[in-house]
Nanobody
Framework: QVQLVESGGGLVQAGGSLRLSCAAS????????AAWFRQAPGKEREFVAA???????NYTDSVKGRFAISTDNAKNTVVLQMYSLKPEDAAAYYC???????????????????WGGGTQVTVSL
């Protein structure tokens, strides 16, 4: 069973940066696609970014040029580096992974089998 644990959330001023990490229970990111989703209060969980084992990435339009997803060399951590944060980026951020069709950086929630418990990001004006 794959376990994912997020960390790095917190309070940041608008324009600031945060680095989220997701630690997996094994070196799964050498074979599994990873992604970050986010969910603001009263809204659906939405796709943010995805990365495949080969390094192909995909971003939702609203974060392109501001966020970067990556995995570490040991392939057991996926990172979401966030720059130029805006109040609308505030949400609970969730890490997800899937071993199905892992060569594509897919964006649908149904494409992911494993989920972490989330980490909260708050952006103040």
């Amino acid at each position: 069973q794959v376990q994912l644990v997020e960390s790095g959330g917190g309070l940041v001023q608008a324009g600031g940066s945060l680095r989220l990490s997701c630690a997996a229970s094994g070196r799964i990111f050498s074979t599994h696609r990873a992604a970050w989703f986010r969910q603001a209060p009263g809204k659906e969980r939405e796709f943010v970014a995805a990365i495949t084992p080969s390094g192909s990435t995909n971003y939702t339009d609203s974060v392109k040029g501001r966020f970067a997803i990556s995995t570490d060399n040991a392939k057991n951590t996926v990172v979401l580096q966030m720059y130029s944060l805006k109040p609308e980026d505030a949400a609970a951020y969730y890490c997800a992974a899937s071993g199905r069709g892992s060569w594509l950086p897919l964006a649908a929630r149904s494409d992911y089998q494993y989920w972490g418990g989330g980490t909260q990001v708050t952006v103040s004006l």
